[in-house]
């Protein structure tokens, strides 16, 4: 099979990372629960070297979020796909919506559950540059609002070590061994070739934000993805599962106002 028909079959798959429930599956679904709670996957579109997706945090969302839904009876929405990935800029392909605009979108997603019926809303953001994702929940839950964000550095750090992960969440910042291991389980058809050669590392990236990922790696790439197997993807993904439950009993009990 050729390059191009590669790619194709992969489009295909990929597919597959959309719910396709009915509005008689939501019905039936929030008929069996106490609390409705919906779970958004949030990514981004940026680069992430030579060998993985500009839409890799997306996907990686998304395959947390369908794990999610496999084992906890929680309303799985379509991701957002473009979210804040200005540090990327210097790259080909990559798009970015501003803050505010995605601060926006969050909310009014989480308005519009809340006049359908469903109650607590679940942000899992794979992208660490989509920081104003936490300031929606943080001031959603002030106004009385049942948000959360997923998963937490804590939660990340438990998968790590669940899955043996070798590198570090400092080293680990983009296109590393989580990535390209969650990748290599929920969506080996996208991976190319290269990951076994492009590890980087760079831990003092105390400027960052003003210079953006230009300043620290010139493949795009800063990691360890020659680490990465498709069992360390699985066990990472059962991990965050397992942590998932945590946050569906604690928006239960905000909404239940125990």
């Not at 509005?23 to 008929?31: F, K, P, Q, S």
């Not at 308005?111 to 469903?118: A, C, H, N, P």
Request: aromatic letters at 4%; proline letters at 5%; charged letters at 20%.
């Amino acid at each position: 099979m050729s390059g191009p028909e590669i790619r194709a079959a992969g489009r295909g798959t990929v597919a597959s990372a959309l719910p396709t429930d009915t509005t008689d599956d939501v019905r039936t679904r929030g008929a069996a629960v106490s609390t409705r709670i919906a779970v958004l996957p949030v990514g981004s579109y940026e680069q992430h070297g030579s060998y993985l997706p500009l839409a890799t945090d997306t996907l990686v969302a998304c395959a947390i979020a369908r794990e999610i839904a496999a084992v906890h009876p929680v309303h799985l929405l379509p991701p957002v796909t473009i979210a804040c990935s200005h540090e990327h800029a210097g790259w080909p392909g990559t798009v970015s919506i501003s803050a505010v605009t995605l601060h926006a979108v969050v909310r009014d997603i989480a308005d519009s559950l809340r006049r359908s019926g469903v109650e607590a809303l679940v942000v899992v953001n794979a992208h660490g540059g989509n920081y104003v994702l936490g300031n929606a929940v943080q001031e959603a839950s002030a106004r009385g609002e049942h948000l959360a964000l997923f998963p937490a550095p804590e939660d990340w750090e438990e998968a790590r070590v669940a899955a043996g992960v070798e590198t570090s969440l400092l080293t680990d910042m983009h296109a590393g061994e989580i990535e390209t291991s969650i990748l290599l389980h929920a969506h080996p058809e996208v991976v190319r070739p290269g990951y076994e050669s492009a590890d980087f590392t760079a831990d003092d990236r105390r400027h960052l934000l003003t210079s953006g990922m230009s300043a620290y790696t010139d493949s795009g790439v800063i990691g360890r993805p020659s680490l990465g197997s498709a069992e360390k993807g699985e066990r990472l993904l059962a991990s965050l599962v397992d942590s998932f439950g945590a946050y569906s009993a604690l928006l239960s009990s905000r909404v239940s106002g125990e």
